[in-house]
């Protein structure tokens, strides 16, 4: 059968002249959702501008759904019209997006022309340079807290032990300045003593005041991440160059140029990384993530200060979290690396840096120095120059030797001839974190026992051993009653009583052994390694050190009071032997005993703020100096860095009018706008879109 070929089909695409076009109606009619564009009744735009009508409009329930556009089209991902609208992927953040990656220069020109945005911040840095560095020698005396921060980097580059309320960090890098600068050590910086020639304090000067020169870049581009303006970024720098305060103090040996170094590099790294939200666990997500942390662990590591923009990330990493906690869309694996990520990056990393600042102090300071007593026996039994390598091993009657209450922070059981205001009146009983002839004690029988000789044969001191603890250089014996302490009142009052041939049963003394670092069974007290209690025979108390500080007529030194509750892990009723003298005992060797890292650790930072919280104004004393929190925000109060003779250079430190008040006014403003906004938002105005929401 023959194929038949179709017919020949014309078709024209185009509209006969003769046909009449067709009407709107032949074609199916889909009225708009009565929303659309909504215009509320009654309200007249003909005079308003399409952003304040928008302003103007009430939200809708559709409003928070953002729909995708490509140039000026909308993007329906594909799917039909009758399919809902979804919510796209838009970039996280409030920075400025990343520009695309500019081709290479091929000449100068055009290498100026792709960085002009780093010449603003480059100009800025230079006037930084000159007003931190112009004259920074001019006043050739100790200034203000140079007395202290000077001698802490002496310590350094001597490698002597000393003890101070702060992190190590800032002053190992004064110490660093100091060497690179040439300069051995051995000035004492005293306050308002003339530098000599040998010191090179314009050199150190100049390298922490480096420090100090690098927050107006980082204010620069902490505004750039931020998505500010020009102008605003502008300001940024302008408020940080000419603050006159942060100027003044950053021309000195002291920490506070350090301190406000790593926090402006904090928040910096921190608006780097929510500016990498939009791709996270890439390569710079995971950097900026990192570098915020190490960021956290350098500004605690200089003062705990630092603390404070700890808690700005922290607040931040909060509020991130729990947003990704309520995006349906994301992943339970996701969510737990996200939560991982914050783990390690925020919280182990800065606890690490901050360790290991204290490690290499530790290090550096391998020498026996003034700060020693603040430190556990074995600690300073590994110092160069410590004179616990003579002590003999075991502890016998008739034995001198200082005892050093375990607890943290703990110091020397100590007495002086001054007596207690209240109480029994007798002489005062404290513990003291410093070496002194009056920490030293002689263990001696009781009373109605033989007296001690001296030619007599060795009696080592055992547990279960009742003994009196005789104060050497005054001769009292350590004693309690029922008289309560003076300050932790429900405790006996621990003094010291009587002489060489008074006293009485109050003086007796329990030794109870908890346990020694070295030996599972203990039968003698050995020196350094055996942790003791020592019980009140009469009374069933327990000798106490707790951090209870004693006012000033106890020199602000540490309560030693006898607790009556028998807590047998109490570690502030432990007492072990530290120097241990008796001509009669073999010297022992120690060179085998370590302390572990952690416990000298804990122990330092737990020193370190149990002296800081001593330091706080003696109310009996009118300090003219002293100033309060709420003087700073609007400058009512600054503070005198040095004496104010005639001709001496003077230095006073306080804040730029214009820049601290508008600053705090700026503060109190932002408040108030959010609080407004907030309300309006809860009104169903829109003022923002979501995402500007966020980010304001």
């Known amino acids: 059968m023959a194929l038949m070929r179709p017919a020949q089909v ?175 050590g051995s000035f004492e910086f005293k306050s308002g003593e003339t530098y000599p020639d040998h010191v090179p304090y314009v050199a150190m000067r100049v390298m922490l005041a480096t420090f100090g020169v690098g927050m107006v870049p980082l204010g620069w581009y902490t505004a750039v991440e931020l998505g500010m303006s020009q102008w605003a970024c502008h300001l940024v720098a302008l408020m940080v160059l000419l603050d006159v305060g942060w100027l003044c103090i950053s021309r000195f040996i002291l920490l506070d140029s350090m301190l406000l170094f790593f926090t402006f590099l904090t928040v910096f790294c921190l608006t780097k990384f929510h500016n990498q939200q939009y791709q996270p666990f890439s390569f710079d997500w995971w950097s900026w993530l990192l570098f915020t942390g190490i960021s956290i662990g350098l500004v605690t590591s200089v003062k705990m200060v630092g603390l404070f923009v700890t808690a700005l990330v922290g607040l931040y990493t909060i509020e991130d979290l729990w947003e990704k906690f309520g995006d349906l869309k994301m992943s339970v694996q996701d969510q737990a690396r996200h939560w991982a990520a914050r783990v390690v990056c925020l919280i182990i990393v800065p606890v690490l840096v901050f360790m290991a600042s204290f490690k290499i102090h530790f290090l550096v300071l391998n020498h026996s120095g003034p700060g020693d007593a603040q430190m556990s026996s074995l600690f300073q039994a590994n110092l160069v120059g410590n ?90 014996n350590l ?22 041939t008074i006293g009485d049963v109050g003086d007796y003394w329990q030794v109870e052994v908890v346990d020694d670092i070295k030996r599972k069974h203990v039968d003698r007290i050995h020196s350094l390694t055996t942790r003791l209690r020592f019980r009140h025979k009469q009374l069933g108390c327990y000798l106490r050190a ?71 104004p003696d109310p009996d004393k009118e300090d003219i100096l002293a100033s309060k929190p709420f003087d700073w925000p609007f400058l009512h109060l600054g503070l005198r860095m040095c004496g104010w003779g005639d001709t001496q250079i003077k230095y006073y430190l306080l804040g730029t009018p214009v820049i601290a008040w508008a600053g705090s006014v700026s503060l109190i403003l932002a408040v108030l706008v959010l609080g407004v906004y907030v309300l309006r938002k809860q009104r169903k105005y829109v003022d923002m879109e979501p995402r500007e929401f966020s980010s304001f």
């Open 546 to 616: 707790a951090n209870a500080i004693l006012p000033q007529w106890g020199y602000k030194q540490v309560e030693v009071s006898c607790d009556k509750e028998n807590n047998p892990k109490d570690v502030h009723t432990y007492w072990n032997v530290e120097s241990h003298w008796n001509d009669r005992l073999p010297s022992a060797d120690v060179k085998f005993y370590r302390s572990p890292f952690l416990r000298d650790f804990w122990h330092l930072n737990v020193a370190m703020m149990t002296s800081n919280n001593a330091l706080i």
């Open 479 to 500: 004693h309690s009653h029922t008289i309560l302490a003076p300050i932790t009142k429900l405790n006996y009052e621990v003094s010291c009583y009587g002489n060489s």
């Open 10 to 184: 014309a078709i024209d695409f185009g509209n006969d002249s003769d046909t009449p076009p067709r009407s709107s109606s032949e074609f199916e009619e889909v009225p708009y959702p009565s929303n659309h564009w909504p215009v509320p009744e009654g309200l007249p735009v003909h005079y308003m501008s399409e952003e304040k009508a928008r302003r103007r409009t009430v939200k809708s329930a559709h409003d928070d759904v953002p729909i995708s556009v490509h140039n000026g089209h909308y993007d329906d991902d594909g799917k039909d019209v009758y399919n809902k609208i979804r919510a796209v992927k838009t970039r996280i953040g409030s920075g400025r997006p990343p520009p695309p990656p500019a081709p290479p220069a091929t000449n100068i020109r055009e290498f100026i022309q792709q960085n002009l945005e780093h010449v603003s911040p480059i100009v800025y840095t230079l006037f930084s340079c000159w007003s931190r560095f112009y004259k920074i020698g001019k006043s050739n005396v100790v200034v203000w807290d140079e007395a202290h921060f000077g001698k802490f980097g002496s310590h350094y580059l001597k490698r002597e032990f000393y003890f101070d309320v702060h992190p190590p960090l800032g002053k190992m890098l004064v110490g660093l300045a100091g060497l690179l600068s040439g300069y051995d």
């Open 387 to 476: 004179d616990f390598a003579r002590n003999p091993l075991e502890v016998a009657y008739g034995s001198k030797i200082t005892l050093k209450n375990m607890g943290w922070g703990g110091g020397l059981l100590h007495s002086h001839v001054q007596t207690y205001p209240v109480g029994s009146n007798q002489q005062q009983v404290t513990c003291y974190h410093y070496k002194d002839e009056n920490n030293d004690w002689i263990i001696l029988p009781l009373w109605e026992e033989p007296e001690y000789n001296p030619n007599g044969e060795l009696r080592f001191l055992k547990d279960g051993d009742v003994i009196r603890l005789q104060h050497a250089p005054t001769s009292r």
